[in-house]
């Protein structure tokens, strides 16, 4: 089976679909978040032990900040065929810096043997009001943070061996006040973990709507553009490829101003009642939904 069957099939008895799972508790709300990294899928060659560390904090923190939520916690299981103490001690301290960075303390995990270097992240966070995928409204502006391709870029580096520069784009930072700021805001949101494209679909199914979006208001990564030759190549790059987690959110026009003075982000489009759209000068073309896949051959 592919991932979004699995995921299908799963939800037919589960509560899945967002970023993370709500938890109604006393006044506000607890957000609990797992991720699974592992060697074949996620650590291309090249990406070092700290990077390897760092991004297990990171995509969990992700999934708290996609809900406007503050992290509280972070536990980490960790398998491994045999544990050399360098590479542990890298670990630790690519996991240790992420979430002191965002005040979290990390209270242990879990120790195994496995037969590919694996982690397993978990993240508790807490939101009043967690914002949710499935509040778009038709009229509604979309804007993303940041900017697209930097991860794609690392994987361009780290298959040319260039494995500096490809650990420093790996090491992408939650957007975790970006996410509080735009709370108040956002009528939907979710992070960008398997490419602009399936995250717009995954939005659109959730809200039961569409987007218009502006090719030309797309914020490249220089990284990206240095590696791209075309057009095509670029938005290969920067669409389609994934693990940008960036946050991908919906906004009421009124509530613009008042949203860019509290966080920076770009506008890209806006809400529509069907069809995944982006407009290139004076064409209007279809968005394929295709992005990152895991399992997929």
């Excluded at 508790?124 to 794609?152: C, F, N, Q």
């Excluded at 500096?164 to 784009?169: P, T, Y």
């Excluded at 960008?192 to 959730?206: E, F, H, N």
């Amino acid at each position: 089976m592919r991932e979004r069957d699995v995921i299908l099939l799963l939800a037919e008895k589960m509560e899945i679909g967002d970023d993370c799972s709500v938890i109604p508790f006393k006044e506000t709300h607890l957000l609990l978040t797992t991720d699974m990294l592992h060697q074949k899928t996620d650590f291309p060659e090249g990406m070092n032990a700290y990077t390897i560390g760092w991004r297990t904090a990171a995509v969990s923190l992700s999934d708290i900040a996609a809900m406007g939520g503050q992290p509280l916690a972070l536990t980490v299981a960790l398998g491994a065929p045999h544990f050399e103490k360098k590479v542990c001690e890298q670990i630790r301290d690519g996991i240790v810096d992420c979430s002191k960075k965002f005040g979290v303390k990390h209270f242990g995990g879990d120790l195994d043997r496995h037969n590919e270097l694996t982690l397993v992240s978990s993240a508790l966070g807490e939101a009043a009001k967690p914002v949710w995928r499935g509040g778009a409204r038709a009229g509604d502006l979309v804007a993303i943070t940041g900017e697209l391709g930097r991860s794609a870029a690392a994987l361009e580096f780290f298959k040319q061996q260039e494995y500096k520069m490809a650990n420093e784009l790996a090491c992408f930072t939650p957007r975790i006040p970006e996410g509080l700021a735009l709370a108040p805001f956002a009528t939907s949101m979710m992070d960008i973990s398997d490419g602009l494209a399936r995250s717009l679909y995954q939005l659109a199914k959730a809200s039961q709507i569409g987007f218009k979006i502006d090719g030309g208001q797309l914020p490249f990564s220089v990284e990206a553009e240095e590696f791209a030759r075309t057009q095509e190549e670029l938005f290969e790059l920067c669409i389609h490829t994934g693990e940008d987690f960036e946050l991908l959110f919906t906004l009421a026009s009124e509530n613009l101003m008042e949203a860019r003075r509290a966080c920076e982000f770009v506008v890209i489009g806006q809400v529509t009642e069907s069809k995944i759209q982006m407009k290139l000068g004076t064409e209007l073309i279809d968005i394929p939904d295709r992005g990152y896949e895991h399992g997929k051959q």
